[in-house]
């Protein structure tokens, strides 16, 4: 098709300024503002860092989600990171977005951080080569990534207002080196700026971030973008550098009152000018994606995208535990048939990621029970399979979609639009659906039938359900706007003359569930409807939102019978799979966790099948750590994230050994929330948070004051057994590189990560025991050798940040190179001498 370049110094000697001002903020929710006399197009931009939404959040079309991006950190492995993010930028094309909101390389600095399961480790550099390696792979593709969230947003609580408090050091060593790493080896094509403020100033009119480290510094070229509604002034946004306002339409940089500074002198033309430079050197890049203006999105289900998904997620998978070598399952049994039991809430549950703007319509979902039920029919279903459910775990009753049909058979919720609300007479229909879905949020729902900004209208949800079970039934509904869930035409949850306040839907704004109970008897089909009004009918507080309603019901059992269930199955078989942990509704943007515990029955569900069943394996799926009181008892446990469409497939894929485990923690796991070295300062207190840890987050704090973790940073077992030997270190002025031959000594091919970490001999300022500073990753068959080598700068392998100097600096002196293949585990060492002591600046 072919594209042409802007001229971009003439268009800007041609442009109005009120046109320059319009090129400054979004046009809507995803797309720039054209200029249609001069030829500039608009482009479009999509969420997200684990999968490509599109434009609709209502009835979207359905996309491929990938393990989230702690998960994606575990691999350890830079060519998968490049591989996933060229899918990535080939998804992209096909919903036709010239820019991936994505990827999130704020620091995991709590366990409680609700969007942890977004960003990638604890580590700066670990996070830094993840963002820069998937960068590279969107942009192969001539896709724009957006590096997020510039910088320091590693909480929810009070975002938007939050003042983070930090020493320079812990800033630049920690919180900027991730974004650091990744513009200096991947040049993203745009940054988005932070909600939170840091040291007293919003990140977006920081202009001593912005332009003095962004600009000046890093000399980075690439525009800037707020997060969405991330902007808290039109002069100072301004002249910080803040390049594009997003969404659209403005709230700040309206055109009347924007051009009156200009015309005032209080905004320098200069200062438009500079801003709209990079606003059309990014429509530039973009417009090298080559995507049609008219394109129709579409969901790729090309089989290749789900092997791409599947290999990301069998290598994102930590083995923590395996004793007496319980792991590998075999699929099949000789003598006599072998049972298996699968429990727990998440084993016919697809988590395929946490919740918020990373969230999104996966085009499929593999469960882990259906993952294991197709490894046991590979074996010629020699091998028995049982389920039980042993506990729930939904913060809210669950998603019914899969489970209601249509008058057609069809499964799905039906949805009805009216003008009208309900009992009005000859109530005026405009639109129907058919939708996979009953967590319903319509804030960009649009339809011929309503008039451009027209807020308040009506729908019906309906269904048919027919129950597998005689028993009494929940049901209920949360929303934003008003809702009432009948059953047969009975009312029995009111969300709508009684409401409270809650934290539905991620921005927080909804109310909390009602719920009402119904006895329903087994084989009988019932009609199911949820009654629900837009925001202009919520009785709470004005919104600007359409709004939005999560409807669902599940069968009213209480837990001790749900675990009485589970356990007499377990006594009945030779092994239990318990799959276990979080989901989006715990993990989510728009809250932080309130513990670290695993909500519910879960924990007594495990406890009391392990006094039955000796034989269990544990798989747990978060996006950060959990507490495991039982992890003594359990000889096999296994970390499987949230693992995107193949994750039901890749958690078999480990326990039946069709892929041997080599994914590593992408976090340490703290025996309990209080050994986090943020603990006493996590969350907003009266508007601001202390990072008073300092430098020292994560494995950087618990090795320097010797505190025991449940799991180290970088751990991670495998079915095999490796050996590293003849570790070689090599160092001039410019780079020391590190070399090491790792054999696999056992009988299973398998793959080995193996992490440099440099120690300081003798260092004029309290630093890390060491910290990690390279990585590489082999594959090797039973009994092969290669060798691993990795080439570090010195001045990336040695420097601290010098705050009276405000400057890097590397110190004169003895470094110890430190190998391993985890954070606790170090087999060899080795040691190079530095000959100056010099400061840097820059990338």
């Known amino acids: 098709m072919g594209v042409q370049e802007l001229d971009v110094e003439r268009l800007i000697e041609e442009l109005t300024i009120p046109e320059k001002i319009s090129l400054l903020a979004g046009k809507d929710f995803w797309h720039t503002v054209p200029i249609e006399r001069l030829n500039i197009p608009s482009i479009r931009v999509s969420d997200g860092p684990n999968g490509i939404r599109g434009t609709k959040f209502f009835n979207s079309v359905p996309s491929n989600c990938f393990p989230c991006g702690t998960g994606l950190a575990a691999t350890f492995n830079k060519d998968l990171w490049v591989e996933a993010g060229e899918l990535m930028g080939k998804e992209a094309k096909m919903k036709g977005a010239h820019v991936i909101l994505g990827p999130?390389?704020?620091?995991?600095?709590?366990?409680?951080?609700?969007?942890?399961?977004?960003?990638?480790?604890?580590?700066?550099?670990?996070?830094?080569?993840?963002?820069?390696?998937?960068?590279?792979?969107?942009?192969?593709?001539?896709?724009?990534?957006?590096?997020?969230?510039?910088?320091c947003n590693d909480q929810e609580d009070d975002r938007r207002g939050v003042d983070t408090l930090l020493t320079t050091r812990a800033f630049r060593e920690i919180y900027l080196k991730p974004f650091h790493i990744a513009l200096r080896d991947a040049d993203p094509g745009a940054l988005m700026t932070a909600y939170?403020?840091?040291?007293?100033?919003?990140?977006?009119?920081?202009?001593?971030?912005?332009?003095?480290?962004?600009?000046?510094?890093?000399?980075?070229?690439?525009?800037t973008m707020s997060d969405w509604f991330g902007i808290y002034s039109t002069k100072t946004a301004l002249e910080a550098g803040l390049n594009l306002e997003m969404p659209g339409p403005t709230r700040f940089r309206l055109p009347i009152q924007t051009l009156h500074e200009v015309q005032a002198n209080r905004i320098h033309t200069k200062t438009i000018d500079d801003n709209v430079r990079y606003v059309l050197k990014l429509i530039n890049r973009a417009l090298k994606a080559d995507i049609p203006h008219d394109v129709v999105e579409s969901a790729n289900e090309d089989p290749a995208a789900s092997e791409i998904l599947r290999k990301v997620g069998d290598e994102s998978i930590v083995l923590l535990k395996n004793e007496g070598n319980i792991l590998p399952l075999s699929k099949t049994s000789v003598a006599g048939q072998e049972k298996i039991a699968v429990i727990g809430p998440n084993a016919k549950a697809a988590q395929d990621s946490g919740g918020g703007s990373a969230s999104l319509t996966a085009r499929y979902k593999v469960t882990p029970w259906?993952?294991?039920?197709?490894?046991?029919?590979?074996?010629?279903?020699?091998?028995?399979?049982?389920?039980?459910?042993?506990?729930?775990?939904?913060?809210?009753?669950?998603?019914?979609?899969?489970?209601?049909?249509?008058e057609k058979g069809e499964k799905g919720v039906t949805a009805k639009f009216f003008k009208n609300a309900p009992g009005t007479k000859d109530r005026q229909q405009f639109a129907e659906y058919l939708l996979p879905t009953s967590k319903l949020f319509l804030s960009d729902f649009t339809d011929p039938g309503l008039e451009l900004g027209e807020l308040l209208f009506y729908a019906d949800f309906e269904g048919y359900f027919t129950p597998e079970e005689t028993a009494d039934y929940d049901f209920g509904a949360s929303c934003l706007g008003t809702a009432q869930v009948f059953v047969d035409g009975k009312l029995v949850a009111d969300n709508k003359t009684k409401q409270t306040k809650g934290d539905a839907f991620f921005l927080g704004l909804g109310t909390r569930e009602e719920r009402g109970?119904?006895?329903?008897?087994?084989?009988?089909?019932?009609?199911?409807?949820?009654?629900?009004?837009?925001?202009?009918?919520?009785?709470?507080?004005?919104?600007?939102?359409?709004?939005?309603?999560?409807?669902?019901?599940?069968?009213?059992?209480?837990?001790?019978?749900?675990?009485t269930k589970a356990v007499e199955l377990a006594k009945s078989v030779d092994k239990v799979v318990l799959v276990v942990g979080l989901s989006k509704e715990w993990e989510s943007e728009g809250f932080d966790r309130p513990d670290m515990d695993i909500p519910g029955a879960t924990n007594q569900?495990?406890?009391?099948?392990?006094?039955?069943?000796?034989?269990?394996?544990?798989?747990?799926?978060?996006?950060?750590?959990?507490?495991?009181?039982?992890?003594?008892?359990?000889?096999?446990?296994?970390?499987?994230?949230?693992?995107?469409?193949?994750?039901?497939?890749?958690?078999?894929?480990?326990?039946?050994?069709?892929?041997?485990?080599?994914?590593?923690?992408?976090?340490?796991?703290?025996?309990?929330?209080?050994?986090n070295p943020s603990y006493l300062n996590f969350g907003s207190i009266n508007g601001?948070?202390?990072?008073?840890?300092?430098?020292?987050?994560?494995?950087?704090?618990?090795?320097?004051?010797?505190?025991?973790?449940?799991?180290?940073?970088?751990?991670?077992?495998?079915?095999?057994?490796?050996?590293?030997?003849?570790?070689?270190?090599?160092?001039?002025?410019?780079?020391?590189?590190?070399?090491?031959?790792?054999?696999?000594?056992?009988?299973?091919?398998?793959?080995?990560?193996?992490?440099?970490?440099?120690?300081?001999?003798?260092?004029?300022?309290?630093?890390?025991?060491?910290?990690?500073?390279?990585?590489?990753?082999?594959?090797?068959?039973?009994?092969?050798?290669?060798?691993?080598?990795?080439?570090?700068?010195?001045?990336?392998?040695?420097?601290?940040?010098?705050?009276?100097?405000?400057?890097?600096?590397?110190?004169?002196?003895?470094y110890k190179v430190l190998v391993g293949n985890s954070s606790d585990n170090i087999i060899l060492e080795g040691k190079f001498a530095t000959s100056k002591t010099f400061y840097w600046l820059g990338l």
């Open 196 to 223: 939170n403020k840091i040291n007293g100033i919003h990140v977006s009119e920081s202009k001593e971030i912005l332009q003095g480290i962004l600009r000046d510094e890093y000399k980075y070229e690439g525009a």
């Open 605 to 675: 569900l495990i406890e009391e099948v392990l006094k039955v069943n000796k034989n269990v394996v544990v798989v747990n799926q978060s996006g950060s750590p959990v507490t495991m009181p039982w992890v003594d008892q359990v000889p096999a446990l296994v970390h499987a994230w949230y693992g995107g469409n193949e994750l039901g497939n890749t958690i078999a894929d480990v326990l039946f050994g069709d892929v041997n485990p080599s994914g590593k923690l992408s976090m340490s796991f703290p025996k309990k929330l209080e050994d």
């Open 370 to 406: 259906e993952g294991i039920k197709k490894k046991i029919e590979e074996g010629g279903n020699t091998v028995s399979l049982e389920y039980s459910l042993g506990a729930f775990l939904d913060k809210n009753l669950p998603d019914v979609a899969d489970i209601l049909e249509n």
């Open 688 to 814: 601001q948070v202390w990072y008073g840890e300092d430098i020292f987050v994560g494995y950087r704090y618990y090795e320097k004051v010797k505190k025991d973790v449940l799991f180290p940073f970088g751990f991670g077992l495998s079915y095999t057994t490796f050996d590293f030997k003849d570790l070689s270190v090599a160092a001039d002025d410019e780079n020391v590189t590190v070399s090491v031959k790792v054999t696999n000594t056992g009988s299973v091919d398998g793959s080995e990560t193996v992490q440099v970490y440099i120690e300081q001999s003798n260092p004029s300022i309290i630093r890390p025991v060491k910290e990690l500073k390279d990585f590489g990753k082999v594959f090797l068959k039973a009994g092969e050798t290669k060798s691993v080598e990795v080439k570090i700068s010195i001045k990336e392998a040695t420097s601290y940040w010098n705050g009276y100097q405000d400057k890097w600096q590397s110190e004169k002196d003895t």
């Open 104 to 151: 999130t390389s704020n620091i995991v600095r709590s366990p409680l951080g609700g969007r942890a399961f977004e960003s990638y480790s604890e580590d700066p550099l670990l996070s830094g080569h993840a963002a820069a390696n998937i960068i590279k792979g969107i942009q192969n593709e001539n896709v724009v990534a957006c590096l997020k969230h510039f910088v």
């Open 517 to 563: 109970t119904v006895h329903l008897e087994k084989g009988k089909k019932y009609h199911v409807k949820c009654e629900f009004g837009t925001s202009p009918t919520y009785t709470l507080e004005a919104s600007q939102e359409i709004g939005g309603v999560f409807f669902g019901f599940r069968i009213n059992s209480p837990a001790e019978i749900e675990i």
